[in-house]
């Protein structure tokens, strides 16, 4: 089964791809990084900030495989690099490992919306170690704007990154829905819980 990722802000948006095989494809802007088309120089580096960026090719309009984002999955996880889920924000992007531990995120992360110490203002992809999880198993992850959003498995938000509404807007209430939602339909969750009405 192929499934498709769509976001962005009102300037650009950008679109991920994550094929039978568990590759993930990219297209759009890329201003920001938010493609994660850049070549590591350390694996599991927390702190490689704009490695490999350039302000050459901002707009891509073919599709491009990921690698860097597989080989990362690889190795912070030790499995085979596959992809549980993807979210994408207003110019970065999450990726779920299929381990459902580990949070990938890269794109621009001045907000805190990566979830790295810091704040990076933009970012190569890297382990998010504030969405990441040692303990409760991550279900889905969702992007809204400059916020990042791990689930659970009923739906319920399990960490926050970013800038994300202290009280919850009908706006943001509604982007948070469609993402329990979206995940729901996927099979990701066992059941969705209100979260409109919590004042959170």
């Known amino acids: 089964m192929v499934r498709g990722y769509a976001g962005g802000n009102g300037e650009a948006g950008h679109t991920a791809v994550v ?62 690099g596959t992809i549980r889920d993807v979210a994408i924000g207003g110019d970065h992007t999450l990726v779920l490992s299929a381990n459902r531990k580990d949070v990938i995120a890269f794109g621009k992360g001045g907000e805190g919306q990566l979830g790295l110490t810091g ?23 969702c992007a809204i704007n400059h916020c990042s959003l791990t689930l659970g498995d009923d739906g319920q938000v399990l960490m926050s990154a970013g800038k994300c509404s202290k009280r919850i807007s009908e706006g943001f209430a509604k982007a948070l829905q469609y993402c329990q939602r979206k995940a729901e339909r996927e099979g990701l969750l066992t059941a969705v819980k209100d979260t409109c009405n919590n004042g959170e």
Not at 38 to 44: A, D, H
Not at 119 to 141: F, G, H, M, Q, T
């Open 19 to 80: 094929d039978t095989n568990g590759h993930m494809w990219l297209a759009g802007s890329d201003r920001w990084q938010q493609l994660g088309l850049v070549k590591l120089t350390s694996s599991i580096d927390a702190n490689l900030g704009a490695t490999g960026y350039t302000w050459d090719g901002l707009w891509k309009e073919r599709f491009h495989k990921n690698k860097y984002v597989t080989r990362l999955l690889q190795e912070v996880t030790g499995g085979d």
């Open 119 to 141: 704040k990076p203002w933009v970012s190569a992809p890297v382990r998010s170690k504030e969405l990441s999880s040692k303990k409760d198993d991550i279900a889905a992850v």
